[in-house]
């Protein structure tokens, strides 16, 4: 069934310049691999749109079981600059945990 | 050896809360107290300080953080290093004495370390900026500040003079952590295992609350008890660089796997090479244990060798940022507000300021989150359009809130509560030097 990120994982998002970088995390271990397989950097940039004007890289972390995404272009000149209300940044976190995955029946 | 060294994070940024600090000081044990307090534009803006007062452009609220925390210096043999300084550190070192001798302090070593900034060296070479490619001394008069991220080195013989108090310029937010560590156990500079180590530590601390609990909490889902009285955090550090990340009993917010897990990856690109000036540290391997009332064990980050050259911060005059805001409410909120937006669009496009510059956003719509938040949530009950364009002249800047506050009279109805604001803005590039080109320098003062 589809589910939203924020029933599976947590987040947290921060800046450098006119990139954005989301982490994101599992609440239970076993959601760990539906994660690196879905919530790919293609399926990320999709889910941002025009938010996101270059690329989008993800990094993986299995250590602590996470994943890295840093996202090219989300803000205008960064934060001293960008018109944005959130010239962070910082409320991208929950962007992404309005992503909807597959989550095999039963689970969760 | 089984001694572990104790270092407190007292601030996260320049304008964070002074009293965690006290109660780390009071009751945490730490033997160094460190305090993040410079964020990019903030020493550009200490810079025209400086340039207006000679005896100012050091960081805002030191003299509170020191009221606070000297009587500790000079009692319990505290050390606090803190980037403060700004963009002139010397004057945050008077002012620093000033305060010691004020308070009674007794006998106490303070220190100042300069050579960050680097104004003059960028002006006269051929340095690119990375942003564009063009040479820096092309920014003229509208280049404010050039600061290159200073490491843990320059620090250092300010700790081994026996300074309670150092006071710097720009320095790379780890490595105002890491200087202790490197200091206390004699670690090599050439060491990028344990200097990676020990990075890690800094990066987890430098962000103050965020690793306690802070930037963390959603009702529900994440709880996080008394942040109102959230305690900063503790490294306990293991001579080979491992350690514990705590706070102090009793506080509150919560360290665990979750907390510092996020706080392990803010701001990180690449994690296995995150760039200081003194290591190039690798987070990809950290392996964390929660080991129960708010202590989780952090080991195995590396190192490798450290870049070449020193990552330069510009602070350039670019433009004025004028925005404005208006809200609706009730039936219809939504449609008034774009409809209002439009006005101002077409009036804007009217006074030479075409829509591409515009930016149009709705709070409590799609402010935040733009398109994914048009995909389907359910409509406010109140919409508070915001109209925002960073413009070269103040005048032109000035008519964007102008526009918005005239929708009072000549908008769509009900329109209430707006606010318009103009500001300069100083924008932020990058440059590199080689580290040769950097020279810092160590100026001690004695209070009586």
Redesign the interface.
């Known amino acids: 069934m589809k589910r939203k990120l ?1 029933e599976i994982a ?3 998002a ?4 006119d ?1 954005t ?1 989301v ?1 994101l ?1 599992p609440y239970r271990p076993e959601h760990y691999a539906l994660l690196r397989e879905q919530v790919t950097a293609a399926a990320v940039k999709a ?5 996101v004007r270059g690329e989008v ?1 993800r ?1 993986e ?1 299995p ?4 994943l ?1 995404f ?1 996202l090219h272009g989300t803000r ?6 960008a ?4 010239a962070h940044g ?3 976190s ?2 992404l945990l ?1 992503m909807e995955i597959e989550i095999p029946g039963g689970e969760g | 050896m089984t001694k572990t060294l104790r270092i407190g994070c007292g601030a996260g940024y320049a304008g964070d809360r002074i009293d965690p600090a006290v109660t780390l000081a009071e009751r945490g044990d730490i033997r160094y107290l460190c305090f993040e307090c410079l964020a ?2 903030t020493i550009a803006i200490a810079q025209l300080e400086k340039a207006a007062d000679p005896g100012k452009g050091y960081g805002p609220f030191l003299e509170e953080r020191m009221e606070a925390v000297l009587p500790f210096c000079a009692r319990d043999g505290l050390v606090v290093v803190t980037n403060l300084g700004a963009a002139n550190p010397p004057a945050a070192l008077e002012k620093t004495l000033e305060i010691a001798r004020r308070l009674g302090t007794g006998p106490l070593r303070l220190g100042a370390v300069t050579g960050d900034d680097v104004l003059e060296t960028v002006l006269a070479g051929n340095d690119p900026v990375a ?1 564009t490619g063009a040479p820096v001394r092309d920014l003229g008069d509208r280049l404010l500040s050039a600061n290159a991220y200073l490491g843990a080195e320059a620090i250092l013989p300010a700790l081994r003079a026996g300074c309670r108090v150092v006071l710097t310029g720009r320095v790379a937010d780890p490595s105002l952590f890491l200087a202790p560590m490197i200091h206390e156990f004699r670690w090599d500079l050439g060491d990028w295992r344990r200097l990676g180590a020990g990075t890690a530590l800094g990066h987890l601390l430098e962000c103050a609350a965020q690793v306690t609990g802070g ?2 909490a ?1 009702p529900g ?2 709880d996080v008890p008394r942040l109102e009285d959230v305690g900063f955090p503790i490294a306990e550090v293991s001579p080979d660089g491992g350690g514990v990340i705590t706070k102090v009993p009793g506080t509150g917010g919560r360290v665990d ?2 907390t510092c ?12 090479a995150y760039l200081t000036p003194d290591v190039t540290a690798d ?6 244990e929660d080991l129960g009332q708010d202590r989780v064990r952090i080991a ?1 980050a590396a190192g490798r060798a450290r870049p070449e050259s020193l990552k330069v911060s510009l602070g350039v005059r ?1 433009g004025f ?1 004028g ?1 404005g805001e208006i809200s609706f409410a009730g039936r219809g909120a939504l449609e008034r507000a774009r409809m209002a937006g439009e006005i101002v669009l077409r009036r804007l496009e009217r006074a030479g300021i075409p829509r591409n510059l515009v ?1 149009v ?1 709705i ?1 409590g719509y799609n ?6 938040a048009e995909r389907g949530f359910p409509v406010p009950s109140d919409a508070r359009l ?1 109209v ?3 413009l070269e002249d103040r005048r032109q800047a000035e008519r964007v809130g102008e526009e918005v506050e005239n929708l009072y009279l000549n908008g769509p109805a009900g329109a209430g509560g707006a606010r318009k604001a103009a500001r300069p ?4 590039y ?1 440059t590199f030097l080689p580290r040769e080109r950097v020279r810092t320098e160590l100026t001690i003062r004695e209070a009586p």
């Open positions: 924020h947590h987040s947290r921060g800046d450098k310049g990139i970088n982490s995390f889910h941002f749109g025009d938010m890289l990094y972390v250590s602590i079981q996470g890295n840093v205008s000149g960064g934060v001293s600059s018109p944005d209300l959130d910082k409320s991208l929950f962007g309005e | 990019e534009r942003e930037f963390f959603d889902v994440k796997l979750r897990r996020e706080q392990m990856l803010y701001e990180i690109h690449d994690p296995s987070f990809s391997a950290v392996l964390m195995n670019e940022l925005e930016k956003e709070i402010a935040l989150l733009g398109p994914i915001r925002a364009a960073r803005v100083i924008a932020i990058t």
